[in-house]
Structures are given as C-alpha cells and as structure tokens.
C-alpha cells in the first residue's frame, strides 16, 4: 500500500491547526486535523504507512503508527482526496479499527476529516443558465413569499 | 394601480454584477430603488450591457395573483399576490445573483454589526432569528452592516450591505420593513475585520447555551452558509479562513434576544481587550 495524494483541483489553506482542503470543481470543503493533514501531506506514492508514521514522529513529534496512517488513508480515500486500494473491510479488520482508534484516542491522535459537500450543506441547488452549479442556502431560495412558479420556453412574455 | 403600455428600466450595478429590471407600472419605480435593488447599486448608462434580465410585470387580468416576476435567463415566471411580494421576491432573486456572480465577495446568509471597530457576524438560516438579535445589539449601540447578507472580500472584512432590516413578527412569512434609525442605529461605512462570529438558534424560552468552534469548524458552518460557486472557490475558501482566522467562534441556542445582545457585546469588548495586551 503506497498512498498517492491527489493535488489536481485541490486548493490547500492552513487555518492554525488545522488545514482547510477544497476540490475547486465541485466546492466540497474538507478540515483536516494536524494528524490528518500531515498523512495526506507525505502520501506521494512512494511511501507506506509505516514509512509515513515514521516521518510523522521524527519531522513533527507527534505520536502516530501505521494503523493511526491507515484509518486516516480510508478517510481521504472516502472523500477523493487520494489514490489508494483498500483492503477489504473483513470483521476483524473493523475489530483492530477499533481498537487502534481507542489506543489513539487515549493519546490524542485521532486523524479527523470534517467534510461539507455541496450537496449535503444546508444549501439548495439549483441550475443557471450557464450550465454551472450554484449552491445557496436553502432559507435564501425565495420562500417569504407564497409564490407560483413555472418555467417559460418564450422570451419575455409575461 | 396603473399597467402602462410602455415598459420602463432600470440598468443598474452593484459589487461587480449589472442587471436590468423592467416593469410596466409607472408608480413602481420608487419601491424598486428602496427595497428590491441591494445597497450600494449604481445607475448604469442605458447603453450597457448587463448580466441579468429581471422584470416586474402587473396584468390588468391576472386573477388573484396579477404580478409576475420574471428571471429571463432562467426561464422562471412567478405569479404573486401584490406588490409587496412581488418587491420581496424581486430583492431574493437579485441577491441570489449578485451572491453568485459577484466576482470579488463571498456573500455569507449571515447578519452582522459593528462594535467598536469590530464586527459581530450572526449566520443562519432564515427564521434563525438574525434580524431580531440585529435589532437588539442596534438598540444598545452597535453599527449596523447588515441583517442578511454580511458581504467578505478575500481578506475576510465584512463590507456595509444595509438593506433595510425585516422584521417579522411570529408566523409570518413576510417581515416588516424597517430603517435602522428605528432602532436608534446608526450605519457602519467602512469594512470591519471580525471579532466574533456566532451560530445562534433562537429558541423560545431557553438560555444562553454555547460552545466555542475551532477556526476550521467555524470557516465550514461560515461556508455552509454561503453560495460558493466554482469559478471562485479560492475566494470563498480565503475569504471563510481569513474571516474567522482572529475570530472567536461560538455555536449553541440564544433564548431572549436583548440578553444575547448583552452576552456578545460583552463577549467581543473582552476579547479586544484580551488582543490589545497581546499586542502590548
């Protein structure tokens, strides 16, 4: 398993922390803990997991194994943001997931992902002219007003 | 209410997005200028060519609902009752664009004020309760921005985007138009960096129940509330992380509105006092 983060279309912008990931085309957001960021940042195709979590713990101090890099693999392989084939997710496999987590939990070192897809914002989309995508809040779709709406196929008549 | 033969225009501009608006009822030009077109527009010449087609059409035989609003680009024809609604929907529709088109400004479904040279940015949805506690921090002496859109440039300052404030008393849909001098107000002029921003829920007859994001969970709920399209991803990505970058974020329930003026006045002077002796 070499880990292959992808960059194309991805805008990167550290917040503190934590580091904010957007896919340009499609406006989903991503926000990316230390630990998280630090996996997709050494993920260049090259490395396994343990090669990662050992970069982790000698360039940044922080504790990290290469089942704390594997649970962070899944997340961004989940959310586009890296090539990477999984192995199957057999019943033991999800029974070491947990107890991976619980250990990097007790030492601070959980890889989290919060996502915002456009999709699932509270925004309602809806299609201009362009043949673009416009993601708005939902509370701004005109509904002050109780209104009837249809589509029209001629120019300008009311 | 007089449908004149001749169609009349307004070609106007404003934050970088021109657009037309026609209708044929005379008397309706000074409603359009007051509350359907966003602060700040400016009249372009005629001759100019503009991103949006709208128009406000009265028809002598429309049955119950006699206007129609019209987005030619998109093809969509609204029917509404009177012309209040017609001018309400006319101003979503306008915003909406302008949130989209609007090269250089992330639009963010959010009120905000001015508190001694610091904004206190309110996003939520509609019926959250923006415009109430907008009200609430005017009537103690805040400067007011807006009490919808609070409008980013890419550095994260929040712009003046003072459309009258609406106000909607319980179960309705459409608000009260109000001048923010009502609230003993005044107008902010010039773009404020955040001091605070919060994602408040009102609830009747609860408290003040709050949490504090980090700054990535409050640059998502930020861009949660705004229109992000693609053609400016960078921007809303830089403005939502510069915005809340010195900010303190804050997410929970608000019960009464006056107290939570209190608690956010409170909120934002100890936090730039907290910032001055950092700085000394």
Redesign the interface.
Same mark, same amino acid.
């Given at each position: 398993m070499q880990p292959q983060k992808i960059e194309e279309g991805i805008?990167v912008?550290p917040?503190?922390?934590?580091?904010?990931l957007?896919h340009?085309? &499609?406006?989903n957001?991503h926000?990316l803990?230390q630990m998280a960021y630090l996996v997709y940042l050494y993920s260049d195709g090259a490395r396994t997991p343990a090669e990662i979590a050992e970069r982790i713990v000698q360039e940044n101090g922080l504790p990290c194994t290469a089942d704390a890099v594997e649970i962070a693999i899944e997340q961004l392989v989940e959310r586009s943001l890296m090539h990477c084939p999984l192995p199957e997710l057999t019943p033991e496999r999800q029974l070491r997931r947990r107890e991976v987590l619980q250990q990097l939990a007790a030492m601070m070192a959980v890889p989290v992902i919060?996502s915002?897809s456009?999709g699932r914002?509270?925004?309602a989309c809806?299609t201009?002219?362009e043949h673009? &995508?416009?993601?708005?809040?939902?509370?701004?779709?005109?509904?002050?007003?109780?209104?009837?709406?249809?589509?029209?196929?001629l120019?300008?008549e009311? | 209410m007089n449908a004149d033969d001749t169609v009349q225009e307004l070609r106007v501009q404003a934050f970088g997005v021109s657009f037309a608006v026609r209708f044929n009822i005379p008397e309706m030009r000074a409603g359009i200028e007051r509350f359907a077109l966003p602060p700040g527009w400016e009249a372009v010449e005629p001759s100019t060519e503009v991103d949006r087609l709208f128009s406000i059409w009265f028809l002598q035989d429309g049955g119950e609902r006699p206007y129609r609003v019209i987005e030619h680009q998109r093809r969509r024809r609204y029917s509404v009752r009177n012309q209040d609604e017609a001018l309400a929907l006319l101003e979503d529709l306008i915003e909406q664009f302008q949130a989209y088109r609007s090269p250089n400004r992330l639009f963010v479904h959010a009120g905000a004020v001015g508190w001694n040279g610091r904004a206190i940015v309110l996003p939520g949805d509609s019926f959250a309760g923006k415009s109430t506690l907008v009200a609430a921090l005017l009537k103690k002496g805040a400067g007011y921005l807006s009490d919808e859109m609070a409008v980013l440039d890419s550095e994260g300052l929040v712009h003046p985007f003072p459309r009258q404030l609406s106000i909607r008393e319980e179960g309705a849909l459409l608000g009260r138009r109000c001048r923010v001098e009502e609230f003993g107000g005044v107008t902010e002029h010039h773009p404020l960096p955040i001091g605070i921003v919060a994602f408040l829920q009102y609830e009747r007859g609860n408290t003040w129940q709050v949490s504090e994001l980090s700054p990535g969970e409050g640059a998502m709920e930020f861009l949660r509330h705004a229109g992000r399209p693609s053609f400016k991803a960078a921007l809303c990505l830089h403005a939502a992380s510069s915005a809340v970058s010195h900010a303190q974020i804050l997410s929970g329930v608000r019960g009464d509105a006056d107290q939570a003026a209190d608690r956010l006045i409170e909120l934002v002077e100890s936090r730039a006092t907290s910032l001055f002796r950092k700085a000394v």
């Amino acid at each position: 398993m070499q880990p292959q983060k992808i960059e194309e279309g991805i805008i990167v912008r550290p917040l503190g922390a934590e580091t904010l990931l957007m896919h340009e085309p &499609t406006c989903n957001v991503h926000c990316l803990n230390q630990m998280a960021y630090l996996v997709y940042l050494y993920s260049d195709g090259a490395r396994t997991p343990a090669e990662i979590a050992e970069r982790i713990v000698q360039e940044n101090g922080l504790p990290c194994t290469a089942d704390a890099v594997e649970i962070a693999i899944e997340q961004l392989v989940e959310r586009s943001l890296m090539h990477c084939p999984l192995p199957e997710l057999t019943p033991e496999r999800q029974l070491r997931r947990r107890e991976v987590l619980q250990q990097l939990a007790a030492m601070m070192a959980v890889p989290v992902i919060l996502s915002l897809s456009a999709g699932r914002s509270s925004a309602a989309c809806f299609t201009t002219n362009e043949h673009d &995508t416009f993601f708005y809040p939902e509370a701004s779709v005109p509904r002050s007003v109780n209104f009837f709406v249809e589509t029209f196929d001629l120019t300008c008549e009311p | 209410m007089n449908a004149d033969d001749t169609v009349q225009e307004l070609r106007v501009q404003a934050f970088g997005v021109s657009f037309a608006v026609r209708f044929n009822i005379p008397e309706m030009r000074a409603g359009i200028e007051r509350f359907a077109l966003p602060p700040g527009w400016e009249a372009v010449e005629p001759s100019t060519e503009v991103d949006r087609l709208f128009s406000i059409w009265f028809l002598q035989d429309g049955g119950e609902r006699p206007y129609r609003v019209i987005e030619h680009q998109r093809r969509r024809r609204y029917s509404v009752r009177n012309q209040d609604e017609a001018l309400a929907l006319l101003e979503d529709l306008i915003e909406q664009f302008q949130a989209y088109r609007s090269p250089n400004r992330l639009f963010v479904h959010a009120g905000a004020v001015g508190w001694n040279g610091r904004a206190i940015v309110l996003p939520g949805d509609s019926f959250a309760g923006k415009s109430t506690l907008v009200a609430a921090l005017l009537k103690k002496g805040a400067g007011y921005l807006s009490d919808e859109m609070a409008v980013l440039d890419s550095e994260g300052l929040v712009h003046p985007f003072p459309r009258q404030l609406s106000i909607r008393e319980e179960g309705a849909l459409l608000g009260r138009r109000c001048r923010v001098e009502e609230f003993g107000g005044v107008t902010e002029h010039h773009p404020l960096p955040i001091g605070i921003v919060a994602f408040l829920q009102y609830e009747r007859g609860n408290t003040w129940q709050v949490s504090e994001l980090s700054p990535g969970e409050g640059a998502m709920e930020f861009l949660r509330h705004a229109g992000r399209p693609s053609f400016k991803a960078a921007l809303c990505l830089h403005a939502a992380s510069s915005a809340v970058s010195h900010a303190q974020i804050l997410s929970g329930v608000r019960g009464d509105a006056d107290q939570a003026a209190d608690r956010l006045i409170e909120l934002v002077e100890s936090r730039a006092t907290s910032l001055f002796r950092k700085a000394v």
